[in-house]
């Protein structure tokens, strides 16, 4: 029991520092796209302890105290759920107990709690905000639930574990082996970690800045933590279902940084589209190829 | 880390108690990590653009834009100031967190400026206002606004930028001040409550 919650500590600590490197480099790469020198690579790490060295927040009830708290724990959970290694006792949270379909669950759990706090709030910047989020939810889940359910048959197995185990080699990454369902959920991939074309709900000039409006000093602070926690929990997640898995942190942080890389480069590359515009394009080319990966998956059953 | 510069070494080594050395730590986090929100009151606006730009870059010395005041540092005044865009200004100021710091750019809210006899500006913002750092000139350029923020920043390292408790110990005065050129049209209480000890008295 005690190497498990040592296990859980490890992992809640990796993910952030590892998520403050990465968007460390994110914002440092961003500015030299800009022709600009950029902040330190640990200025997200300096910010978010600014956050939690305000001396106020403001306090709108309960509910608004819990919202950061649901998001982090929704994070947390999500986390503990994923395994980080194969072939390995370490960090391996509970997944043993868990599969895919309680992990789709779990990481929307966050979100819900954090719009319930921002209605709270009566902030009407945040309540678009969150009106955004929900929305373009709908067209990110619906490719992303198609990838995973083609996975799943693929696999015959719901446990990301076994998902994980059974890619031994390179032909049998997931990546090459159902090539259709990857293609899918790179588009629910970009859209899940917040990157343009499908960054309008928390882009700092839209709205401003969205669901987040309102929260200020602590719980900025444990929202920007929790967003570097969640955007490695997928990060690892994708390793883990498309890229085979890793044995041992170096491959990890090797292989989840490649996907973050991506992400990047699309996030520089391309315009924003407003909230309809993402739903749209999401269920126009991600979903056709997606219905047409299941048709011949099930026509070849 | 290369952003211990000398002069953060020598007062570092200054310190005596455990104590001090936190605070001295907490405000280097300060004033590393400034979330600029940049009202663009005159004819100043214009030179933030090319201060946070590829041209002056600001990110570099941890200053980045701010959404919304809940999120802000630092609010930056850029110019002039009419009666009706102080109220908005006030109540701004009002929503940012402690610790919370004005940068007023120009000369317009150091002494009036070219506006020195208009009907509708204010004259000397720091009366309204706690500011912090003035940055003179008509308008100053980014060169001189960044050197503000380093002004700013020193000052925030030896714990002298305290003007939100300034602001806080002395809010009947600046409510007085308010109220003379506001009169009847006065901000509602509930922007300010919080400051009076008798949960608001004014």
């Given at each position: 029991?005690?190497?498990?919650?040592?296990?859980?500590?490890?992992?809640?600590?990796?993910?952030?520092?590892?998520?403050?490197?990465?968007?460390?480099?994110?914002?440092?790469?961003?500015?030299?796209?800009?022709?600009?020198?950029?902040?330190?690579?640990?200025?997200?790490?300096?910010?978010?302890?600014?956050?939690?060295?305000?001396?106020?927040?403001?306090?709108?009830?309960?509910?608004?105290?819990?919202?950061?708290?649901?998001?982090?724990?929704?994070?947390?959970?999500?986390?503990?759920?994923?395994?980080?290694?194969?072939?390995?006792?370490?960090?391996?949270?509970?997944?043993?107990?868990?599969?895919?379909?309680?992990?789709?669950?779990?990481?929307?759990?966050?979100?819900?709690?954090?719009?319930?706090?921002?209605?709270?709030?009566?902030?009407?910047?945040?309540?678009?905000?969150?009106?955004?989020?929900?929305?373009?939810?709908?067209?990110?889940?619906?490719?992303?639930?198609?990838?995973?359910?083609?996975?799943?048959?693929?696999?015959?197995?719901?446990?990301?574990?076994?998902?994980?185990?059974?890619?031994?080699?390179?032909?049998?990454?997931?990546?090459?082996?159902?090539?259709?369902?990857?293609?899918?959920?790179?588009?629910?991939?970009?859209?899940?970690?917040?990157?343009?074309?499908?960054?309008?709900?928390?882009?700092?000039?839209?709205?401003?800045?969205?669901?987040?409006?309102?929260?200020?000093?602590?719980?900025?602070?444990?929202?920007?933590?929790?967003?570097?926690?969640?955007?490695?929990?997928?990060?690892?997640?994708?390793?883990?279902?498309?890229?085979?898995?890793?044995?041992?942190?170096?491959?990890?942080?090797?292989?989840?940084?490649?996907?973050?890389?991506?992400?990047?480069?699309?996030?520089?590359?391309?315009?924003?589209?407003?909230?309809?515009?993402?739903?749209?394009?999401?269920?126009?080319?991600?979903?056709?190829?997606?219905?047409?990966?299941?048709?011949?998956?099930?026509?070849?059953? | 880390?290369?952003?211990?510069?000398?002069?953060?070494?020598?007062?570092?080594?200054?310190?005596?108690?455990?104590?001090?050395?936190?605070d001295w730590?907490?405000n280097?986090?300060?004033?590393?990590?400034?979330?600029?929100?940049?009202?663009?009151?005159?004819?100043?606006?214009?030179?933030?653009?090319?201060?946070?730009?590829?041209?002056?870059?600001?990110?570099?010395?941890?200053?980045?834009?701010?959404?919304?005041?809940?999120?802000?540092?630092?609010?930056?005044?850029?110019?002039?100031?009419?009666?009706?865009?102080?109220?908005?200004?006030?109540?701004?100021?009002?929503?940012?967190?402690?610790?919370?710091?004005?940068?007023?750019?120009?000369?317009?809210?150091?002494?009036?400026?070219?506006?020195?006899?208009?009907?509708?500006?204010?004259?000397?913002?720091?009366?309204?206002?706690?500011?912090?750092?003035?940055?003179?000139?008509?308008?100053?350029?980014?060169?001189?606004?960044?050197?503000?923020?380093?002004?700013?920043?020193?000052?925030i390292q030896r714990g002298e930028a305290e003007?939100?408790?300034?602001?806080?110990?002395?809010?009947?005065?600046?409510?007085?001040?308010?109220?003379?050129?506001?009169?009847?049209?006065?901000?509602?209480?509930?922007?300010?409550?919080?400051?009076?000890?008798?949960?608001?008295?004014?």
């Open positions: 029991m005690l190497f498990t919650i040592f296990n859980s500590l490890l992992a809640v600590l990796l993910t952030y520092s590892m998520g403050m490197l990465y968007y460390g480099f994110y914002r440092i790469g961003n500015a030299r796209i800009h022709r600009r020198v950029g902040p330190p690579l640990w200025q997200n790490v300096i910010d978010n302890i600014k956050l939690f060295a305000k001396r106020e927040a403001p306090g709108h009830g309960i509910m608004f105290h819990l919202g950061p708290v649901i998001m982090t724990a929704g994070t947390i959970t999500s986390m503990l759920f994923v395994p980080f290694l194969k072939d390995s006792a370490w960090l391996q949270g509970f997944s043993s107990y868990g599969n895919l379909i309680l992990l789709i669950y779990l990481m929307v759990v966050g979100p819900l709690g954090n719009a319930l706090a921002v209605g709270v709030s009566g902030v009407p910047f945040g309540v678009m905000g969150v009106t955004r989020g929900l929305t373009r939810l709908i067209g990110l889940e619906v490719p992303f639930f198609l990838s995973v359910a083609l996975l799943m048959s693929g696999s015959g197995t719901i446990s990301i574990s076994e998902i994980m185990m059974a890619q031994d080699s390179f032909s049998n990454w997931n990546m090459m082996a159902h090539p259709a369902a990857f293609i899918v959920s790179l588009f629910s991939f970009v859209g899940m970690m917040g990157a343009s074309p499908f960054d309008v709900v928390g882009a700092p000039v839209e709205v401003y800045s969205g669901p987040q409006a309102e929260f200020g000093g602590k719980y900025l602070g444990f929202l920007a933590a929790q967003r570097v926690m969640f955007s490695m929990v997928k990060l690892i997640l994708w390793v883990d279902l498309f890229l085979g898995g890793a044995t041992n942190v170096f491959i990890l942080m090797a292989k989840s940084f490649a996907l973050f890389f991506f992400y990047f480069i699309v996030g520089a590359a391309f315009p924003r589209f407003k909230t309809e515009q993402a739903v749209d394009f999401m269920l126009k080319l991600p979903l056709i190829i997606g219905i047409g990966a299941v048709l011949v998956r099930f026509w070849s059953l | 880390m290369d952003n211990l510069n000398k002069k953060d070494k020598a007062q570092l080594k200054e310190l005596k108690s455990p104590m001090a050395v936190v730590a907490v280097w986090f300060r004033k590393q990590s400034i979330f600029m929100l940049a009202y663009g009151t005159g004819c100043g606006a214009i030179e933030i653009p090319p201060t946070v730009t590829a041209r002056y870059d600001a990110e570099r010395f941890g200053v980045r834009g701010a959404a919304t005041p809940r999120q802000a540092d630092v609010i930056v005044l850029s110019g002039y100031l009419a009666v009706k865009t102080l109220k908005r200004v006030i109540r701004t100021y009002e929503q940012m967190q402690e610790p919370k710091y004005v940068i007023a750019l120009g000369s317009c809210p150091i002494n009036g400026g070219m506006y020195w006899d208009s009907y509708n500006t204010i004259k000397q913002l720091d009366r309204y206002l706690p500011v912090d750092v003035t940055v003179a000139g008509c308008m100053p350029r980014p060169e001189a606004v960044l050197e503000g923020f380093m002004a700013l920043k020193d000052k003007g939100a408790r300034d602001y806080r110990d002395n809010i009947e005065k600046y409510k007085n001040n308010q109220k003379e050129i506001f009169g009847d049209k006065m901000l509602p209480g509930y922007t300010c409550d919080w400051y009076f000890s008798d949960g608001g008295s004014f």
